[in-house]
C-alpha cells in the first residue's frame, strides 16, 4: 500500500519509557535497600552534628527573624505558603499519579509508574527515617505550625526528586525546544523558590533545606541507577528535520557488471571465427586460399 506524502512528512513520534530492571527483582530491592540505608545514615550523621553545634553560621544568618517583619508577615506567609505546598505530599502525590496514568494511556505500560512510585516512596522514607533519628528542633518564629523535626527539610527532598525527574523526562521526551527551555528552569525554580519558602516560613533552618536538596538529588541518582530507565524512541517517526542523528539507508541499486569484468574472447582462429556467428547469426565467410599445388 501507498503512503501519503503528508505522513511521511510528519510522521506521529512513537516514545516511550521502559526500565531495564524491574523494581521487585530480588537484586533491586536489595540494592536499593542497601543505598536508602547509606544515605540515610549520611543525612542522621550531619544532622547530630548540627543539632549539637546549634543555629551558628548560615542559620543564624538566614533564619526567620532576619526576613519576616511586622509589614511583610502578611504576604510573606500567603506567598511562602504557595511556594512551599509544591514540595507538600498532598501535591507532589497527585502529579505523580497523574503522569503515571496519563503515561499508562500513551505507552501501554506502567514503566513510568514504578519510577514513580520507587522516586516519591523512597524519598518520603528516607526523610521520614532520618526526622525520626535526628529530632532537630525547628526554628522558634515559625509562622506556620509544624508537626515534625526540622532536620531535613522534607519538602526539600520530595521537591528535588520528583521535580528533578521531572526535568529528566523532559530532556529525553520533549523534542520541542521551546518547551525544553521553559520546563527545564520551571522545574529549576520550583525547587529554589520552595526551599527558599520554607525558611522565610521558619519551618526549617537554611541547612535543613540544603540537607534535604542533597538527600533528594542523592535519592533520585540512585533510582535512576537502579532502574536504569530509558527513552525508547521509533526511528521510523523521525521527521526529516531529526535524520541527522538517525541513518537512513537508501534501497540498494544493482549496479551492471564492468565490461572489463567480462570474459574476454580468445584470440585463436577458432574463435575468431565464430566470432560473427555470435554476433550475426550468419555462418562464417569462407577463405579463399588460391589454386592447391597438386601433389
Known amino acids: 500500500m501507498g503512503t501519503d506524502a503528508s505522513t511521511r512528512a510528519f510522521p506521529a513520534p512513537t516514545i516511550g519509557l521502559r526500565l531495564a530492571r524491574s523494581p521487585l527483582a530480588p537484586g533491586t ?41 511586622d509589614d511583610n508577615a502578611g504576604w ?12 507538600h505530599a498532598l501535591v507532589v502525590t497527585p502529579l505523580a499519579v497523574i503522569l503515571a496514568l496519563l503515561a499508562r494511556r500513551r505507552w501501554g505500560t506502567w514503566d513510568l509508574g514504578w519510577l514513580l512510585l520507587v522516586v516519591v516512596g523512597g524519598a518520603t522514607a ?9 529530632d532537630r528542633a525547628r526554628p522558634d ?28 523526562l523532559i530532556r529525553g521526551l520533549v523534542r ?12 529549576a525554580g520550583l525547587i529554589a523558590l520552595n526551599g527558599v519558602a520554607r525558611v522565610a516560613l521558619g519551618a526549617h533552618w537554611p ?16 533510582s535512576l541507577l537502579l532502574l536504569r530507565p530509558r527513552v525508547v ?34 584470440d585463436s582462429p577458432t574463435s575468431n571465427a565464430i566470432t560473427p556467428l555470435i554476433s550475426t547469426g550468419a555462418p562464417p565467410q569462407s577463405i579463399s586460399r588460391g589454386p592447391q599445388e597438386d601433389r
Open 207 to 222: 541547612t535543613d533545606v540544603l540537607a534535604g536538596m542533597a538527600l533528594g538529588a542523592g535519592w533520585l541518582a540512585c
Open 141 to 168: 518564629e515559625a509562622l506556620i505550625a509544624t508537626v515534625s523535626s526540622a532536620f531535613p527539610s522534607g519538602h526539600a527532598v520530595r521537591a528535588v526528586a520528583v521535580y528533578g525527574l521531572f526535568v529528566w
Open 126 to 134: 528516607l526523610t521520614g527515617v532520618v526526622k525520626l533519628l535526628t
Open 29 to 69: 530491592i536489595t540494592r536499593g535497600l542497601a543505598a536508602g540505608l547509606a544515605l540515610a545514615a549520611l543525612g542522621v550523621g550531619l544532622g547530630w552534628v548540627l543539632q549539637a553545634a546549634g543555629p551558628t553560621g548560615v542559620d543564624a544568618g538566614a533564619s526567620v527573624d532576619t526576613v519576616a517583619t
Open 76 to 87: 510573606l506567609l500567603t506567598v511562602g505558603r504557595v511556594l512551599g505546598y509544591w514540595g
Open 233 to 266: 524512541t521509533d526511528p521510523r517517526s523521525h521527521t526529516a528535520e531529526e535524520r541527522g542523528s538517525v541513518r537512513v539507508q537508501p534501497p540498494e541499486v544493482r549496479q551492471p557488471r564492468p565490461a572489463c569484468d567480462r570474459p574476454a574472447l580468445s
Open 176 to 187: 520541542h525546544r521551546v518547551v525544553r527551555a521553559i520546563a527545564i528552569p520551571a522545574a
